[in-house]
């Protein structure tokens, strides 16, 4: 495609049909994130979408940029080597709460810490859709699951707190149904310097129920007029809200990443892409 073509959502679409239920909410991120990348214009090939196992992980199969189907909760660690080394790509991860804060938990707080400019939706359902309905980290405490017939005992992780508490410089929360706000709020996250999260409300209609859309229609607000996302204890009091979904960027705030200190590290030890060191030399180092 030419350059000066604008390019169009369809664009960044593959030729595979998604084989989500349907009503399943993730036909609803990945439209948006389509629409995202054709608002800032992205060329496909400066564009990577990871993902680990789960429905939501099929979402890489679904576009037309670089992707990469990783294993279970393994997609970030993946994502921040590709980053790494390639810093001029668009570095997108999309997968499961699942995925995501249960198996994938411990790299989610290490890439929050490290700031790695990633951009991660998290497509939250509160429930391990793929496996066919057991309990997630995100289920709320007193939900009856497959794996939990007398109710979930314990209380859920919200992902957005959590991302706050660990660093991440760019968290917002968003709905499934609400293109809108879900485009405005993966501009932003895309273009944000740093570790950006994205928890979606992504209903699973086959192990969540089909009155998920009902249920959580009523409940969502945005943030209050004059927000200022700035502060992290302000971030946190709009996470877990007794009845009420607040949508919006909750926390923003910028500071030096995984890029900019490999850079760093970079220009401290007198490396010259024009003549990189001879991988014997480097292993001599090691083994004098
Ligand atoms: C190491 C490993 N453990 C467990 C599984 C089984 N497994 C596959 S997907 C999944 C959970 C999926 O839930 P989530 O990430 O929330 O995605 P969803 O299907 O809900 O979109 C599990 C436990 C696996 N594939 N690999
Ligand atoms: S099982 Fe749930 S999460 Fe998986 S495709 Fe169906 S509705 Fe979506
Ligand atoms: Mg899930």
């Known amino acids: 495609m030419s350059d000066q073509a604008a390019r169009k959502p369809n664009d960044y679409k593959s030729s ?3 084989v989500w239920c349907p ?6 991120v990945v439209a948006a994130i389509y629409r995202a ?8 090939e400066k564009v990577a979408v990871l993902s680990g196992i789960g429905c939501s992980s099929r979402l890489p199969g679904y576009m037309a940029t670089y992707g990469f189907n990783g294993v279970h909760g393994r997609a970030l660690p993946v994502a921040t080597g590709l ?3 390639r810093p001029d790509l668009t570095v997108i991860v999309a997968g499961g709460d699942g995925d995501g804060v249960s198996i994938g938990a411990g790299h989610f707080i290490h890439t929050a810490r490290r700031n790695a400019d990633i951009t991660y939706v998290m497509m939250d359902n509160q429930i391990y859709g793929l496996t066919k309905g057991q309990v997630a980290p995100t289920t709320p405490t007193g939900d009856k699951t497959k794996s939990t017939l007398y109710g979930n005992p314990d209380p859920p992780i ?16 968003t709905f499934s149904a609400d293109m809108k706000g879900q485009v405005e709020i993966l501009t932003q996250a895309i273009q944000h310097k740093g570790f950006s999260v994205v928890d979606t409300i992504s209903p699973c209609v086959t192990f969540r129920g089909d009155d998920q859309y009902d249920f959580w229609k009523p409940k969502l607000r945005p943030l209050p007029e004059g927000y200022d996302p700035s502060s992290r204890a302000g971030a946190m009091r709009f996470c877990r809200e007794e009845g009420v979904l607040t949508t919006g960027i909750l926390f923003r705030d910028e ?15 007198g490396f010259n ?3 990189p060191p001879k991988i014997e030399d480097l292993v001599k180092g090691f083994y004098p």
Request: with cysteine.
């Open 158 to 173: 919200d992902p957005c707190e959590l991302a706050i508490a660990a660093g991440a410089t760019f968290v917002a929360r």
């Open 273 to 275: 892409p024009a003549s």
């Open 23 to 28: 009503g399943c909410g993730d036909f609803g």
């Open 37 to 44: 990348l054709a608002q800032l214009q992205l060329p496909q």
């Open 255 to 269: 500071r030096p990443g995984l890029v900019e200190h490999q850079e760093q590290i970079r220009k401290s030890a």
């Open 83 to 85: 980053k790494a080394s």
């Open 16 to 18: 595979l049909k998604p």
